[in-house]
């Protein structure tokens, strides 16, 4: 599975974004999926993650309740969506999946992701 994450750019504060993680080689429907960022200067972190049933989800507290996780229809692509941004939210985002036998599985730590995708850069301005 080769996956490919877009979608970042620069925006304003309180601004809204949409990024896009698209799998090739095969689509991510028994996958579990993250999202996770690094800031400059520090640690890559959680972000958001889900398992391959659509109902199960889970956030950082920072961006809880701002960010959503979702699948499209055709289970090749995951998206993040980003609303009420703030300048600590810049950083690079990256995308990870992993085969999951339960559709409830989904994992908060990197270990576990097998995949991952290249990064997309989002920038916060105040």
């Known amino acids: 599975v080769q996956l490919q994450a877009s979608g970042g750019g620069l925006v304003q504060a309180g601004g809204s974004l949409t990024l896009s993680c698209t799998a090739s080689?095969?689509?991510?429907?028994?996958?579990?999926v993250g999202w996770f960022r690094q800031a400059p200067g520090k640690e890559r972190q959680f972000v958001a993650a889900?398992?391959?049933?659509?109902?199960?989800?889970h956030y950082a507290d920072s961006i809880k309740g701002r960010f959503i996780i979702s699948r499209d229809k055709d289970k090749t692509t995951v998206y993040l969506q980003m609303n009420t941004l703030t300048p600590d939210d810049t950083a690079i985002y990256y995308c990870?999946?992993?085969?999951?036998?339960?559709?409830?599985?989904?994992?908060?730590?990197?270990?576990?992701?097998?995949?991952w995708g290249q990064g997309t850069l989002v920038t916060v301005s105040s």
């Open positions: 990870a999946a992993v085969f999951t036998v339960y559709s409830g599985t989904y994992y908060k730590e990197e270990g576990p992701y097998k995949y």
């Open positions: 080689g095969r689509t991510l429907d028994t996958y579990a």
């Open positions: 889900g398992g391959w049933n659509a109902g199960v989800t």
